[in-house]
Every structure is written in structure tokens, then in C-alpha cells.
């Protein structure tokens, strides 16, 4: 039998952060393969959940474990997985709902969500932005990273909320008197900042401001490890401004 794990189940650090009503997409595929078959039993699939994912860290596999018994009671409660007719032993199979709800499942979103290292972000990124990434919502996940810049801006040049967009970013950088223009840089890096800035606002947080945009996943990923970038930059921007 191949690796049921790899086969059905998300990775360790994207399942823990699944609710249990998408986890149990999952569990429901992993239900529903006849080479996994033997698990359907409550009993055996407990045996199952209490070591997952092999090679992971012991706190990492309980916390697993406990989410995928939350997904196995969401799955019972809803009635998508059911007691097969006549078992005397916790014998369960898929419903009909619960096939038809597979069958509408997007998977491969989650399988994506590796293209964005959770570890490698900004905390605010990571817990605003990451969660919606792993969801294939990737028209959304680039807007929010780059308002998060905007935001930070704004907070750190002490600029209303009325203020925003490129024009802001200009002001806020503007080689000669911005507010967050390093004055120990030469002119030249000064106005370059400044152009990435509002470069990276004009390009990645307008356009969804008026439509949706059909970011590829890859695509939206390296928008989003821009966005960390930035975000770092702001982070240093505020230490000299607090020195």
C-alpha cells in the first residue's frame, strides 16, 4: 500500500492549522480509498491518528493526532461517514453525502500551500496571510499582504486613514523630507526606496482593490515573500526612527 500520509493528508504544519470541518476533507478521501480501507474501522483509525506523519516531532504528532480526531467527530456528526449496516464493531463507511462532497473538494489548494514557508515569514504575515494561502485564496493573500504594508506606512509616518496608495508611498519616502527616508543615504538610494515602495503598491495591492486578479499560486507566493521583504525594511525604518 503507498504512504496513505502522502497520498491524502496535508502536511504536519498546514493540518494542525485547519479547522476541523476542512481537515475532515482529507480524512474523508483517505475513507474513501479502498487501499486504506482497514482505517474505516473508529478503533483502527484512532491507532492511526496517535502517529502520524513519520519523523515528526512528538508535540508536533499529538497535536496532529488530536486534529484529526476532531475531524474524524466532524465527519460523524454531519453524517458523512456513517456505521456500515449491521456492524457490530465501529465499522464505518462514506455516505453518499460525503462522497458528493469529496468530490467537490479542492485539494490541491492545500498542496500548495508549500510554495510559502510559514517559518520564513513576518509573524504578521503569518498569521494573516498564510492561513489564507494554504486556502488557495490567492487573489485575497496578495491584497492583505501588500495593506499590511500600506498600514505599517501609514502608522509610521503618522499619516491619516484618509491617506493611501502610491501617493502615500511617495510622501512617505520622498527623497527630500519624507518622513521615512533615511537621511544618511545617498540621494539616489533614497528615491529607489522610494520607487519600490510604490512600485510594489501600484502592482500587487491596486489592481485587487478593483478586481480579482488570477494570481498563480507560485506567482502569489513570491508576491507575498516581497511583501516580507518590505516588511522588514519598515521594521529596520522604525528602530532608527525610535533611536
Same mark, same amino acid.
Given at each position: ?10 502536511p504536519?504544519?498546514?493540518a494542525?492549522?485547519?479547522p476541523?470541518e476542512?481537515?475532515a ?7 474513501n480509498?479502498?487501499e ?41 456528526r454531519?453524517?458523512l ?18 462522497k ?24 504578521t504575515? =503569518?498569521? #494573516? *496571510?498564510?492561513p $489564507?494561502?494554504?486556502?488557495? &485564496?490567492? +487573489?485575497?493573500? @496578495? ?6 504594508? =500600506?498600514? #505599517? *506606512?501609514?502608522? $509610521?509616518?503618522d499619516?491619516? &486613514?484618509? +491617506?493611501?496608495? @502610491?501617493e502615500?508611498?511617495?510622501?512617505a ?6 518622513p $521615512? ?7 539616489g ?5 522610494a ?6 503598491i ?9 478586481r480579482?486578479?488570477?494570481?498563480h499560486?507560485?506567482?502569489?507566493a ?7 521583504t518590505?516588511?522588514r525594511?519598515?521594521g529596520?525604518?522604525e ?5
Amino acid at each position: 500500500m503507498s504512504d496513505p500520509y502522502a497520498k491524502h493528508l496535508p502536511p504536519p504544519d498546514v493540518a494542525v492549522e485547519l479547522p476541523p470541518e476542512e481537515l475532515a476533507l482529507f480524512v474523508l478521501r483517505f475513507l474513501n480509498d479502498p487501499e486504506t480501507s482497514s482505517y474505516r474501522n473508529r478503533y483502527s483509525f484512532t491507532l492511526l491518528s496517535s502517529t502520524p506523519y513519520p519523523g515528526t516531532e512528538r508535540k508536533q504528532r499529538e497535536a496532529v493526532a488530536m486534529a484529526l480526531a476532531e475531524a474524524w467527530a466532524w465527519l460523524e456528526r454531519e453524517g458523512l461517514v456513517v456505521l456500515r449496516p449491521g456492524s457490530q464493531n465501529e465499522w464505518y463507511e462514506v455516505s453518499r453525502r460525503g462522497k458528493a462532497l469529496q468530490a467537490q473538494a479542492d485539494f490541491e489548494a492545500y498542496r500548495r500551500g508549500g510554495l510559502l514557508r510559514r517559518d520564513s515569514l513576518d509573524p504578521t504575515l =503569518e498569521q #494573516k *496571510v498564510w492561513p $489564507l494561502f494554504i486556502r488557495g &485564496d490567492y +487573489d485575497v493573500v @496578495v491584497f492583505q499582504a501588500f495593506k499590511l504594508i =500600506e498600514v #505599517k *506606512v501609514r502608522r $509610521l509616518a503618522d499619516y491619516p &486613514d484618509s +491617506d493611501y496608495g @502610491v501617493e502615500m508611498m511617495r510622501r512617505a519616502f520622498a527623497a527630500s523630507g519624507g518622513p $521615512l527616508a533615511d537621511p544618511k543615504q545617498e540621494k539616489g538610494e533614497r528615491e529607489a526606496v522610494a520607487a519600490l515602495f510604490w512600485g510594489a503598491i501600484g502592482v500587487f495591492k491596486n489592481p485587487g482593490s478593483h478586481r480579482v486578479v488570477a494570481w498563480h499560486p507560485a506567482e502569489a507566493a513570491e508576491a507575498v515573500y516581497l511583501a516580507n521583504t518590505l516588511l522588514r525594511m519598515l521594521g529596520q525604518i522604525e528602530e532608527r526612527m525610535h533611536k
